[in-house]
């Protein structure tokens, strides 16, 4: 292979050799290929018989490297020039001509890019599917009291369908990155060559528009160099990872016979190995271990890249292995975040039981001094007092007496038995994208209509 005359030392071969990973772009590179080879005949490089040769025999090598069994060539470097390698067998040196005008560094970058294009309408679709199950679950929900919390101490009560649209929205904006992902996915790389274009004035935008792609680069050494559409995956993934990985958190929590507000389906749980009254909700445990390990990928790449020289070094075959890895997580994470939020079950007692506890209502009593003309600050100051004054006298808010409350103000008087009305609680959070019953009836509705345009996958459909 050009002016080197050694065989590769075993130990660089392990180390160089990428072909273990990279046989997943055998698809793309097939495809690119085709397209590639039609270009050629555009300027004269192949004539008809050839094109038709190749592009069959492009096809015996798809069949047979899908085939149940097959191996590889323990010579063959990666993807690209095991394709090189079958194509020769299936026509023999004709082979040879198909890399006319490309170089291995536009060919895998054109290859990465169909492939992070196809992935991120993939996570795009099972994004919207993982939302459609919120927003039925919410839907079904609407009604249902329950604590909401900081610290992971009771705060103020929700609705129980409030909460679970929280999570539909941050899946909404995971929707949009994986949209940003694919549009830098759109720019074909192919042309650039090894980094100052080719000799040939293939018509990359008639290949592109074959390819699917919506644009070409501009400038070749970026073409060649450019990864910022995997980056752009990669960070999308990592966010919506995380996302994964609070929802997982909380149901663990919910499930635990602490809380005991919700219990995954046996199919999403796991038994113990030596007590066989567990049911254990692995599967949520698993998106929150997950979470790190796509972050981990996304800042993998962003080291490999991180001031690497223009254009090409061998540091950018490790791009593939946490892109890889990174679909696969993630992709696993939502179908199986999908098949939970399908089977969850909730407990509707446990949860207004905790969502009565009248400590709850402290900043609607504040509330009600402000509205008296009370500053709030000092309102804080007095239903602080206020509930240390129950919690010493063993007594809920609502058992405390009107000379009790006076006590802390003139100002607290029978309203705030009315305050104390359960049903108070959530209604007064009337305000846009608050938890009352007209407000969330309004997110309802808005969250319908985002997620028709996610399931379309509509480039100007996203909010």
Excluded at 163 to 178: E, G, K, N
Excluded at 289 to 299: E, F, L
Excluded at 323 to 352: K, P, Q, Y
Excluded at 399 to 428: F, H, I, K, M, N
Aim: glycine letters at 8%; charged letters at 25%.
């Amino acid at each position: 292979m050009s002016r080197i005359r050694k065989d590769p030392d075993p130990r660089f071969w392990r180390l160089n050799r990428s072909l273990g990973f990279d046989w997943r772009l055998a698809p793309y590179d097939i495809e690119q290929s085709q397209a590639h080879a039609r270009a050629l005949r555009e300027v004269g490089v192949l004539d008809g018989e050839e094109l038709q040769a190749i592009c069959a025999g492009l096809d015996r090598v798809g069949e047979r490297i899908g085939r149940p069994g097959f191996e590889f060539d323990g010579a063959d470097e990666d993807i690209h020039m095991a394709i090189e390698r079958l194509l020769g067998e299936e026509v023999g040196s004709l082979a040879g001509k198909l890399h006319t005008a490309r170089s291995r560094n536009d060919q895998v970058a054109t290859d990465v890019a169909m492939l992070v294009r196809a992935h991120s309408l993939r996570a795009i679709e099972l994004v919207g599917a993982a939302m459609r199950r919120l927003l039925d679950q919410a839907e079904r929900h609407r009604d249902w009291p329950m604590p909401g919390y900081t610290h992971l101490q009771r705060a103020q009560p929700v609705y129980l369908g409030h909460h679970l649209l929280a999570y539909f929205w941050m899946l909404c904006r995971d929707a949009q990155r994986f949209r940003f992902a694919l549009d830098g996915a759109m720019t074909m790389p192919l042309g650039s060559g090894a980094l100052a274009g080719v000799n040939w004035e293939i018509d990359r935008r008639a290949v592109a528009g074959e390819l699917g792609f919506e644009r070409v680069s501009a400038n070749s050494i970026d073409g060649a160099s450019n990864r910022d559409f995997a980056l752009d995956y990669l960070a999308a993934a990592a966010t919506c990872a995380m996302h994964l990985s609070r929802l997982g958190s909380e149901i663990v929590i919910w499930s635990s016979s602490e809380f005991g507000f919700c219990q995954l389906d046996e199919s999403f749980s796991s038994g113990s190995s030596i007590m066989p009254q567990k049911v254990n909700p692995d599967s949520a445990e698993l998106l929150r271990a997950k979470s790190p390990r796509v972050a981990a990928d996304y800042a993998s790449l962003l080291g490999t890249l991180h001031a690497l020289p223009l254009t090409y070094g061998k540091d950018m075959q490790e791009d593939k292995e946490p892109l890889f890895d990174a679909i696969d997580t993630v992709e696993a994470c939502l179908e199986a975040t999908e098949g939970m939020l399908a089977g969850i079950a909730f407990d509707r007692e446990r949860l207004a039981q905790a969502a009565g506890d009248e400590m709850l209502a402290a900043t609607e009593i504040a509330d009600l001094l402000v509205r008296k003309g009370v500053p709030f600050r000092e309102a804080h100051g007095i239903v602080g007092g206020l509930v240390r004054d129950a919690v010493e006298r063993g007594k809920p808010l609502s058992e405390l007496t009107p000379e009790e409350l006076s006590e802390r103000s003139e100002q607290l008087d029978d309203s705030v038995y009315e305050v104390l009305r359960r049903e108070s609680w959530l209604e007064s959070k009337r305000i846009e994208g608050g938890t009352g019953s007209a407000a969330l009836a309004a997110q309802l509705s808005l969250a319908a209509e985002v997620l028709e345009a996610v399931e379309a996958r509509l480039p100007d459909g996203l909010p």
